[in-house]
T-cell receptor, first 114, second 114 residues
Framework: GNSVTQMEGPVTLSEEAFLTINCTYT??????LFWYVQYPGEGLQLLLK?????DKGSNKGFEATYRKETTSFHLEKGSVQVSDSAVYFC?????????????FGRGTQLTVWP | DAGITQSPRHKVTETGTPVTLRCHQT?????MYWYRQDPGHGLRLIHY???????DKGEVSDGYSVSRSKTEDFLLTLESATSSQTSVYFC?????????????FGPGTRLLVL
């Protein structure tokens, strides 16, 4: 079956620190991989995505590389800001499915202090 | 931002009462989804729709029903609310069923069942 495992939070960092949030997956077929971000009191927004092995998704200074050999899609940012404080969700979607549904990890709370 | 609204945004109800949540989109997207978000679980799919009057169950569908009589509206009904259905409910839309397609989320409805 399909599943996503994210590192446990919360993660607390100082401004300008390096961020890594680990994400590994189990999937049938060849999934697309996503990172969504949820700011306080809001819905989820797509942060970045990758649709095939070795693709790198990037947005707003965040990056993640689709690693098929390690079934991973770790989120990284070189220098976090206070405004990056949010909950981050890793997700996968099986393109072979007619459902288009997403399988989410449990989310990782990030807090950045000035 | 994708044109998705949810109503109500907040609701308090009593155990045993029926509750209907509404999702409205202005994007003319074919696919619509209802998720619930609970601490430690991420987002879990309740029901989804792949067209007018075409719906199917997700992984946590017990106690919920849905209806879609128009492209733009997707209703989620809790037939007899229970305390275990206290949650934040998110609607999402997608233009296709392909796994590469981004899902866009509404702002959420916070439901408290007393």
């Amino acid at each position: 079956g399909n599943s996503v495992t994210q590192m446990e939070g919360p993660v607390t960092l100082s401004e300008e620190a390096f961020l890594t949030i680990n994400c590994t997956y189990t999937a049938t077929g060849y999934p697309s991989l996503f990172w969504y971000v949820q700011y306080p009191g809001e819905g989820l927004q797509l942060l970045l995505k990758a649709t095939k092995a070795d693709d790198k998704g990037s947005n707003k200074g965040f990056e993640a590389t689709y690693r098929k050999e390690t079934t991973s899609f770790h989120l990284e940012k070189g220098s976090v800001q206070v405004s990056d404080s949010a909950v981050y969700f890793c997700a996968l979607s099986d393109p072979g499915s007619t459902l288009g549904r997403l399988y989410f990890g449990r989310g990782t709370q990030l807090t950045v202090w000035p | 931002d994708a044109g998705i609204t949810q109503s109500p945004r907040h609701k308090v109800t009593e155990t045993g009462t029926p509750v209907t949540l509404r999702c409205h989109q202005t994007e003319n997207h074919r696919y619509m989804y209802w998720y619930r978000q609970d601490p430690g679980h991420g987002l879990r799919l309740i029901h989804y729709s792949y067209g007018v009057k075409d719906t199917d169950k997700g992984e946590v569908s017990d106690g919920y029903s849905v209806s879609r009589s128009k492209t733009e509206d997707f209703l989620l009904t809790l037939e007899s609310a229970t305390s275990s259905q206290t949650s934040v409910y998110f609607c999402a839309i997608s233009g296709s069923s392909g796994g590469q397609e981004t899902q866009y989320f509404g702002p959420g409805t916070r439901l408290l069942v007393l």
